[in-house]
């Protein structure tokens, strides 16, 4: 007898060895073993971690990181486990499986139970698991702590459901109007979840992760008085099975409030230096468009030109950049001093708001100043004059380098020319007095800044012989009649004019024939 009892107890030390040696790699889980000295039943552990997702089916097996359960010591022995606290809901439930010499303790959700893991409600659960041996009546106990793994069950939620803002119309684009807060229940990257519009706007936009709402566009009263927009908080992650990851609806009011009229503001004028150029640019006027929301209609010369002879124009589509231009001939005689135009910009409001009046004073080009020394010249040519003879200078004072001399004689412009640097008129055809005795040339410098006349009489030259009016004569006469008696009388004529028209008759054969001429 004395022999078997130390053969068991060989046995038995020979077995805790084993146990021992095959525990070891699970150590780094949950610490030591420790043995109950009271009892030869003890588990490996005396307290198990384990993990179970929420919403688990039942008899679904939480999961240990090391095997939970007790070794067999004696073959005899009947090893039952039971849960005798932490479980108030009823919601977990043991089973024994026994491999070789170790029985394994075995947790699983029951069946047939109205309540469900929900993390949200309790994260975890400490079981205290009794093990029973039926034979020997030996018992042991350990706690299982089972930590709720989170699953995507839970929709972002807003608080408030609701919100109403009011805003002006004129609010800087890009300025916070609104904020939204959301939340989500779930834990880790099951809580993450963005915000969104329900439907498309041109005019809102919102920050996916803070929920501020900012403008994106300009708002209008007269066009829309609110706007009624629904948020959404969308759900990162992939939902369980027949989730739609749509979280609840917010619904933002946005009444929009009439801006305080403002006038628009000419910020700038900028006046250049123009010279002769046609069209040339006079000022540069810039008007601020943030100041007026309708926008900038137009600028206006409400004063200090009453010839109109200029305009302003935009400088291109939808600019707030306009150009003061000459509408016709500027005649600068008529203002050597320049003008001040008081000019005024207008918007497109209804009733529309105007600026406060600015003046530009625009003063005249230098070759303004530059004067024919002489108004009229009167020149004498004789008809016989070559092309390309001199007729007149004219000159003007001050003179400049890029003055520019023009002659204004549209019949004319073949029989005269005109150098445009130097005032030197010349001929450039050939004269007739008889067809045109006298010429009327208008000299005019720059943009007509200055006029000057020159009268071109034509001397006549003898240069056209007499013409008979006939090519010959005839006539007859008796023998008797006396001397000085009249038989023909001849014509010609000279197309000169003058003494030069002057006309002799002679007979060229007066020796030969008894007849004389006057």
């Known amino acids: 007898m004395e022999y078997v009892i130390k053969l068991k107890m060989e ?34 552990r005396h307290v198990y971690n384990a ?23 004696d073959p005899t022995w009947v090893i039952k486990y039971k849960i005798v606290s932490g479980d108030s809901d009823g919601l977990f439930k043991t089973e024994e499986y026994t491999v070789g010499d170790f029985c394994f303790l075995i947790i699983k959700t029951k069946t047939g139970n109205m309540a469900v893991l929900n993390r949200e409600v309790k994260d975890h659960y400490v079981l205290t698991v009794q093990a029973t041996e039926k034979n020997f009546h030996y018992d042991a106990w350990t706690k299982v702590v089972i930590q709720i793994l989170d699953r995507n069950d839970l929709k972002p939620l807003f608080s408030p459901p609701s919100y109403s803002i009011s805003v002006k119309e004129d609010a800087a684009i890009r300025s916070s109007i609104a904020s939204v807060s959301a939340t989500d229940a779930d834990a880790g990257p099951n809580a ?29 009263h007269t066009r829309a008085k609110k706007h009624e927009l629904e948020i959404l908080a969308m759900d990162r ?11 609840n609806v917010a619904r933002l009011l946005v009444h929009v409030e009439p801006a305080t009229r403002k006038p628009p503001v000419i910020t700038s004028i900028k006046v250049m230096d123009s010279e002769t150029n046609r069209n040339p640019l006079y000022a540069v006027i810039t008007v601020n468009s943030s100041s007026s929301d309708a926008g900038i209609n137009l600028v206006n010369i409400v004063a200090g030109d009453p010839s109109e002879y200029f305009k302003i124009i935009r400088s291109y589509a939808e600019s707030n950049e306009f ?43 230098k070759h303004a100043l530059s004067k024919f020394e002489q108004k009229i010249y009167t020149v004498v040519l004789s008809e016989f004059t070559p092309p390309g003879s001199l007729v007149v200078m004219v000159k003007v004072t001050p003179s400049f380098p890029d003055l520019k001399y023009t002659l204004i004689s549209d019949s004319h412009v073949r029989k005269f020319k005109i150098n445009p640097r130097t005032g030197l008129i010349t001929t450039s055809g050939l004269m007739n007095f008889q ?42 006469v008796n023998e008797n009649v006396p001397v000085g008696t009249t038989i023909l009388e001849v014509t010609a004529t000279d197309e000169d004019t003058n003494e030069n028209g002057l006309v002799t008759y002679s007979i060229v054969n007066q020796e030969l024939i008894p007849f004389m001429i006057d």
């Open 323 to 365: 150009m003061v231009l000459s509408n016709k001939e500027i005649h600068w005689m008529k203002g050597l001093n320049g003008f001040n135009l008081s000019i005024q910009a207008k918007d497109k409001s209804q009733p529309p708001l105007f600026s406060s009046v600015h003046i530009i004073n625009i003063q005249p080009p």
């Open 237 to 247: 992650m992939m939902k369980i099975a027949g989730g739609s990851g749509i979280g």
């Open 11 to 44: 046995v038995i030390k020979w077995k805790t060895l084993v146990m021992a040696v095959f525990l070891i790699p699970f150590w780094h889980c949950e610490g030591k073993m420790e043995k109950d000295s009271s009892s030869p039943l003890s588990f490996t």
């Open 192 to 220: 993450n979840f963005y915000y969104t519009f329900n439907t498309r706007t041109d005019l809102f936009f919102i920050h996916p992760s803070s929920g501020v709402v900012r403008l994106s566009g300009k708002l209008n």
């Open 435 to 476: 067809e045109q005795s006298y010429f009327k040339l208008k000299v005019i410098i720059g943009e007509e800044l200055d006029t000057a006349v020159v009268h071109v009489n034509i001397k006549d030259d003898n240069n056209n012989a007499p013409k008979f009016s006939k090519s010959s004569y005839y006539s007859s």
């Open 51 to 73: 993990t179970i997702y929420e919403n688990s089916a039942p008899r679904t097996f939480v999961n240990a990181c090391v095997q939970m359960g007790i070794y067999i010591m």
